[in-house]
């Protein structure tokens, strides 16, 4: 039987499972592959290089699935910003109407999707955000715990107690991200509240994603302890696999009076991660991954992968079941 939850009915999914908004990972092929196998597939919206490019992957993502996707537009710091509302306006016009926001000032884009009916869900790291974000109008939030790739804010709080949290203050529903890759996850998502769970590292490591095979399999070779946190010092922690460049950037954070964005731009360039995801060499550049590695065995298929996590997630539901006993039998 399919888990029903607030996500599965306000999404018209059948599994409580999203795909994070990746960059350089959210793209068609795999979109589609998830939202086939019965989650939310999420374009990440600024992989594509403009508005329009845009337009022809959520065109494309239509040839591949019948079933309801997402766009993903994150809010980065940056002395140009990329061109939001132009990013927002094609995907609207271009039908959708799901949306994953992320970042600093989601006001005027929440606002935006909104005033055109879309379903909003604003990604987070801590409850004071998302009660700003619940105030703002969206219809869910995505709780990011510190096990998150990526950046999991300044404050440091494991899912654990974040996600408690969140179940005390939050009036909306919400889902658990960071550190999710099993039907034992999203089992424990659930008892803390959440209504489904957002997985990132997970699907970069299935037959369609689009990185390159050895890094796949650098994945499923790794551990919870391969990564590292890079822009602790510059207070944009970011958490990322770690390979050589990494530990360089540390270094130089690490060194008497710090170092300044401009010392480890080029070690941390954008188009040298990507290249890693296209050539298969895992020490080119930084390359976002989190500690859920540790639990990353295979490379099944999206479909693969869905079937398991309901299975799994059925029997850890119904294996906690089965530990209450009537209250007489309790007491001998």
Same mark, same amino acid.
């Given at each position: ?42 374009? &990440?919206?600024?992989? #594509? ?22 766009? @993903? ?51 987070? &790291? ?47 529903? $919400? ?27 997970? $699907? ?20 919870? #302890? ?9 207070? @944009? ?33 954008? #188009? ?61």
């Amino acid at each position: 039987m399919p888990i029903e939850t607030k996500l599965t009915k306000l999404l018209g999914i059948r599994v409580p499972v999203v795909q994070g908004g990746m960059q350089w990972v959210g793209v068609p092929k795999l979109v589609a592959a998830v939202s086939n196998a019965g989650g939310l597939g999420v374009i &990440t919206a600024l992989t #594509q290089p403009s508005p329009d490019a845009l337009r022809k992957a959520i065109q494309e993502t239509r040839t591949l699935t019948k079933n309801n996707f997402g766009v @993903n537009i994150t809010l980065l710091p940056s002395i140009t910003p990329p061109d939001y509302e132009g990013y927002a306006r094609a995907a609207v016009e271009e039908g959708v109407r799901i949306f994953e926001t992320a970042g600093n000032n989601p006001g005027p884009l929440i606002k935006y999707f909104k005033s055109k009916g879309c379903i909003v869900i604003h990604k987070c &790291t801590t409850i004071r955000h998302a009660k700003s974000a619940q105030r703002l109008g969206v219809d869910a939030l995505s709780i990011d715990g510190f096990e998150c790739a990526g950046h999991p804010g300044e404050e440091d709080i494991g899912g654990l107690v974040l996600l408690a949290r969140a179940a005390q203050e939050l009036d909306i529903p $919400f889902i658990a991200s960071g550190g999710f890759a099993d039907g034992r996850g999203l089992a424990s998502a659930l008892a803390l509240g959440a209504c489904g769970v957002n997985m990132g590292t997970r $699907f970069m490591c299935t037959v369609e994603s689009p990185i390159h095979q050895k890094i796949k399999e650098k994945i499923v070779a790794s551990t919870e #302890q391969d990564t590292v946190h890079i822009f602790r010092t510059l207070h @944009n922690t970011a958490r990322v696999y770690k390979n050589a460049v990494a530990q360089q950037v540390v270094a130089l954070e690490r060194r008497p009076g710090g170092a300044k964005f401009e010392d480890v731009r080029e070690l941390v360039s954008g #188009q040298r991660g990507r290249l890693v995801y296209e050539i298969g060499d895992p020490d080119y550049g930084i390359w976002t991954a989190g500690i859920v590695m540790g639990l990353i065995k295979d490379i099944p298929t999206c479909e693969e992968l869905l079937k398991r996590i309901e299975r799994e997630t059925e029997e850890a539901i119904e294996g906690l079941a089965k530990l209450r006993v009537p209250e007489a039998k309790a007491k001998l």
